[in-house]
């Protein structure tokens, strides 16, 4: 059986990644595809508790090292027991934040060393990475914006400084130019049609 593909969405917070998810979806599964929806954190029963631990926590909790550890064992069951297997039995996998996020948050935003950030995922997930990365793009002021708009925020992330979040846009701007055959850059700006159409044609010549 061929090898399903692994997509991951990023970007900063109200960026719209998780509306776009259900086109993608719907999309993917009118070729015939099937597909399974997850995010990090959490996307497993043991990651999700773990989740509970860290959006749900204050900023000063733990120390950014602290936090990425607990992603990682998150991380770790959330490959292990959701993804990889999905995969393996050709299904797609859309993933709402990966590996990526850790680079831009606890790496950039956190002060953790990319050197710490790599060795301990190559330990949990060696040679593992997405077949396409959709990185969302849009100002910080405006992402921002979105997320007061939100009936609820009990994402701490999205309470830090502008300084903060406009760290992390930064960070993913550099992803993206590391990483060109992966990644691919979407104006989160434009209209959710827009931006759906975009991505389906950059998915289509995996389809082909």
Not at 113 to 128: G, K, V, W
Not at 130 to 138: E, M, R, Y
Not at 151 to 179: G, P, T
């Amino acid at each position: 059986m061929e090898r399903g593909k692994f997509i991951t969405l990023e970007g900063g917070e109200g960026a719209g990644k998780s509306t776009q998810v259900p086109y993608l979806k719907a999309f993917l599964e009118s070729y015939g595809c099937q597909t399974v929806i997850t995010r990090e954190p959490g996307g497993s029963p043991g990651a999700e508790l773990i989740r509970k631990l860290l959006v749900h926590g204050t900023p000063i909790q733990w120390d950014s090292l602290t936090e990425y550890l607990l992603l990682s064992a998150a991380r770790r069951d959330h490959i292990e027991t959701v993804i990889k297997p999905a995969l393996e039995q050709g299904k797609w996998v859309i993933c709402d934040r990966f590996f990526d996020s850790s680079l831009a948050y606890q790496g950039a935003g956190g002060g953790v060393t990319e050197e710490t950030l790599y060795q301990i995922y190559n330990m949990i997930a060696p040679d593992f990475e997405p077949d396409v990365t959709f990185i969302f793009d849009l100002p910080v002021d405006i992402g921002l914006q979105r997320t007061r708009e939100r009936a609820a925020l009990d994402d701490w992330f999205e309470k830090m400084s502008v300084d903060f979040h406009q760290c992390i846009r930064n960070k993913f701007r550099e992803i993206l130019e590391k990483n060109p055959q992966r990644c691919y850059l979407v104006n989160a700006q434009d209209s959710i049609e827009n931006i759906s159409n975009a991505l389906q044609k950059h998915l289509m010549k995996f389809l082909k």
